[in-house]
């Protein structure tokens, strides 16, 4: 038996000097996580302090991915930014309500609204 190799792909899209936008989509688990930690610790070595992570095509996350969400959000904290996330999937904004993440993060629908909110 074979199994097919998780679904995983992220883009960075530099907006300005210190704003990103991180677009992931597949599942983020135990599989993509590393990939996931590593580009996001490249957008914030980077000096980037406005961070959105837009989450919209994610199908799956577990808890290695909140866990790089976390280590993210505490980074980004410390050097005075924010993180945002866009997400609109009812499945994964299940797992951050049940988790009570839902109340950590700043989760909006939307990338314009997300940009607006790490603008401050």
Same mark, same amino acid.
């Given at each position: 038996?074979?199994? =097919? #190799? #998780? *679904?995983?792909? =992220?883009?960075?899209?530099?907006?300005?000097?210190?704003?990103?936008?991180?677009?992931?989509? @597949?599942?983020?688990?135990? &599989?993509? &996580?590393?990939?996931?930690?590593?580009?996001?610790?490249?957008? =914030?070595?980077? @000096?980037?302090?406005?961070?959105?992570?837009?989450?919209?095509?994610? $199908?799956?996350?577990?808890?290695? $991915?909140?866990?790089?969400?976390?280590?993210?959000?505490?980074? *980004? *904290?410390? &050097? $005075? $930014?924010?993180?945002? =996330?866009?997400?609109?999937?009812?499945? /994964?904004?299940?797992?951050?309500?049940?988790?009570?993440?839902?109340?950590?993060?700043?989760? /909006?629908?939307?990338?314009?609204?997300?940009?607006?909110?790490?603008?401050?």
């Amino acid at each position: 038996m074979s199994y =097919l #190799p #998780p *679904t995983f792909e =992220l883009s960075i899209e530099e907006v300005d000097d210190t704003t990103a936008v991180v677009r992931v989509s @597949g599942e983020i688990h135990l &599989a993509t &996580a590393p990939e996931f930690s590593a580009r996001l610790s490249d957008v =914030l070595a980077e @000096g980037r302090t406005a961070v959105v992570v837009d989450l919209t095509e994610v $199908g799956f996350i577990d808890s290695t $991915g909140l866990s790089v969400l976390l280590n993210a959000l505490r980074r *980004t *904290t410390r &050097a $005075g $930014g924010t993180l945002t =996330l866009v997400c609109t999937n009812p499945t /994964v904004l299940r797992l951050f309500e049940v988790t009570r993440m839902d109340t950590t993060f700043t989760i /909006v629908d939307s990338r314009d609204e997300a940009l607006a909110r790490a603008r401050g």
